[in-house]
């Protein structure tokens, strides 16, 4: 047993002792009708069913999965690193790449799961697998868990310190999710109030039309498709600027990894985009590009655009190019373009799909005002989102250095935590 564990930078001034010696190693068998229970990176160990299942699967058997029930101590032997270690309210069956433990000295689990999860945060386990595989040792076996040492106060000290620690986290996740949702109304507001706008109607957009024609994309626009890469040309080649896929961001255009492509004059001058060109991506097998779109605002001359990316280009006479990526965001547009169930998968979005998309034309003497209040409307939103998510990283982090300074004895939890 040490006096203090170096923490990366940080030092823990509690007793620490090896994993090994205060858990034991448990193999229950999976339990009848088990139901999938997983250990989050937020330390959370539940049933799969009372969390979120985006990023998960659902097996289809049992097999290599073990039995969990509540009150066992649970490590993630892949997910340590993200602070997957908890302790299981809920019994079923566990991935096989978990280590199910108990006690087997005077511990408090739960201030043991906040100090594991703390030096998480601080990168202990990442540089303990330095010199074993880089970036991360396999924790499933129990040689390696068991070398890990945390920190051991008097069973009172834990028990106090995990009691104040969960009120706390509880109450700070409380203000998180608060804020989440904040910025989830926010971003609600904002759309349906520039819908209604686009419509031209007070109440849901998608719910009725309002006294504007609709007309397909094809009579306000042209659609330009972009260069193919790997072509060989009989023609004197080029170097000359390009847009791909991931420069084309939700609203805005990325020039921070602008690539080049060599390819003859004609061929740049059929591709070139054109000041105020609406770039739309095409999706490419992907649902969460499919539709994307940013305005090109010319700020590189000449460039070209990859075959992924669509060019819209508005005709002047009819339709303001900044109205029409308004248009094109609003989740009518998206939903047009997903097309029916069984084209989902495909996630491709053609050309022909954009020139067929009916939107709403108001009288034309209207789009510019019409683009510029949408404008301003969303960069006031946009400030407040931005503030909103200052305050849930603040939150956050407070929420981690307040249990880093608990297991680590930097800060006193007051007897009265308890």
Partial sequence: MSTTLDWSGGVCRFPSVMFKRLFTPIERPVPPAAQMVTAFTDGQVTLRSNRDKIGYHEAADMDGYKGVRPGDFVVHGLDILR???????????????????????????RFVAHAMRAQASLGVP??????????????RRWDTLGEMSVPVPPLDDQRRIADYLDAETTRLD??????RRLGSLLVSRFQRSRDARLWGTVG????????????????????????????????????????????????????????????????????????????????????ANLGRSALWDGSVEP????????????????????????????????????????????????????????????????????????????????????????????????????????????????????
């Avoid at 908890?86 to 978990?98: E, P, R």
């Fill in 126 to 139: 990442k540089a303990m697998a330095r010199g074993i595989r880089e970036g991360g040792a396999d924790f």
């Fill in 303 to 418: 460039c070209l655009h990859q075959n992924h990316v669509h060019a819209v280009r508005a005709d002047p006479e009819r339709m303001v190019p900044q109205l029409l990526y308004w248009l094109l965001r609003t989740e009518w547009a998206r939903w047009c373009f997903a097309g029916s169930e069984d084209s989902v998968s495909i996630a491709t979005l053609s050309q022909e799909r954009i020139a067929s998309l009916p939107v709403p034309v108001p009288p034309r003497s209207t789009h510019a005002a019409l683009a510029a209040y949408l404008a301003t409307a969303w960069a006031e939103n946009e400030a407040l989102l931005d503030a909103n998510d200052r305050s849930i990283r603040l939150l956050t982090e407070r929420r981690q250095a307040l249990i880093t300074a608990a297991v680590t004895g930097e800060f006193q939890v007051p007897e009265s935590a308890a």
């Fill in 83 to 109: 602070g997957s270690v908890g302790v299981s309210d809920s019994a079923g069956a566990i991935s096989a790449v978990c280590t199910v433990c108990r006690p087997s000295a005077r511990v408090d689990p």
């Fill in 204 to 287: 849901d957009g998608l719910a009725q039309r309002g006294p504007w024609p609709w007309i397909p994309i094809r009579h306000l626009a042209s659609i330009h498709g972009g260069l193919t890469l790997g072509k060989s040309y009989d023609e004197p080649c080029v170097s000359w600027p390009y847009l791909r896929v991931a420069n084309v961001q939700d609203g805005y255009v990325n020039l921070d990894d602008l690539a080049s492509v060599r390819v003859p004059e004609s061929a740049a001058r059929r591709h070139a985009l054109k000041n105020d060109d609406l770039l739309v991506l095409e999706g490419n097998g992907n649902p």
């Fill in 174 to 179: 409380a203000l998180i999710e608060t804020k």
